[in-house]
């Protein structure tokens, strides 16, 4: 596609459950991160795929969020037991190599819910 | 802690006045700076950067400058136009040190007044 693809675009959970959100990043991208933006704040570094590198977690707020990225293109982000402070949006970005690298593009975002 | 802080919420100007935000930073390793711009239901998009060899990068109608020693960055926008109304992100990285990750300040919403 021509950009970064999110999904679902919105996701309501119950507090306890497990949830799972896509990233499909721009073809050709190396990089890979995921980030979160709780309501009134800026957005928060959770994770970094770059390649076939071990994954930068240090953003990861607790044991219950993980991330992967298959074939270094798709990435799922998972959190398990979801709480109430998990409520926020999550958003993909990628980047490519070179001297773009430090531009990343995003996706839309999940908003996700939980009650 | 952060590390990048928009002081302002909020701006509003008069359609072809210029806009300007500002953003400041306290983690000297930052070496690239970004703005964000952020429509409702939308993921940010890209607007201009600048890498901190240079104090300036010009874009169109949007400038960014940068001060080194004061650690602050602004975006002018010139003429403003209601299009531009919208959420700014003024994001920061550390990439020399091989920290591409970005640091975001909270925002200014920036409303352009017909």
């Known amino acids: 596609g021509a950009g970064v693809s999110q999904s679902p675009s919105n996701k309501v959970t119950e507090k306890g459950k497990d949830v799972e959100l896509r990233c499909d990043p721009i073809?050709?991208?190396?990089?890979l991160y995921w980030y979160r933006q709780s309501l009134g704040q800026g957005l928060e570094f959770l994770i970094y795929?770059?390649?076939?590198?071990?994954?930068?977690k240090s953003g990861l707020p607790s044991d219950r969020f993980s991330a992967e990225r298959t074939g270094g293109s798709v990435s799922t982000l998972t959190i398990q037991r979801t709480q109430q402070e998990d409520s926020a949006v999550y958003l993909c970005?990628?980047?490519?190599?070179?001297?773009?690298?430090?531009?990343?593009?995003f996706g839309a975002g999940t908003r996700l819910s939980v009650l | 802690d952060q590390q990048v802080k928009q002081n302002s919420p909020s701006l509003s100007v008069q359609e072809g006045r210029i806009s300007i935000l500002n953003c400041d930073y306290t983690?000297?390793?930052?070496?690239?700076f970004l703005w964000y711009k952020k429509y409702p239901a939308e993921g940010p998009t890209f607007l201009i950067s600048?890498?901190?060899?240079?104090d300036k990068n010009e874009d169109g109608r949007f400038t960014v400058f940068l001060n080194k020693s004061a650690k602050h960055l602004s975006l002018h926008i010139v003429p403003s136009q209601p299009g531009d109304s919208a959420v700014y992100f003024c994001?920061?990285?550390?990439?020399?040190?091989?920290?591409?990750?970005?640091?975001f300040g909270k925002g200014t919403k920036l409303s352009v007044i017909p």
């Open positions: 795929f770059q390649g076939n590198s071990a994954p930068d």
């Open positions: 073809s050709g991208h190396t990089a």
């Open positions: 600048i890498s901190s060899i240079k």
């Open positions: 994001a920061a990285s550390a990439a020399l040190a091989g920290s591409y990750q970005l640091t």
């Open positions: 970005a990628s980047s490519s190599l070179g001297e773009a690298k430090n531009i990343q593009y």
């Open positions: 983690n000297s390793m930052f070496d690239y």
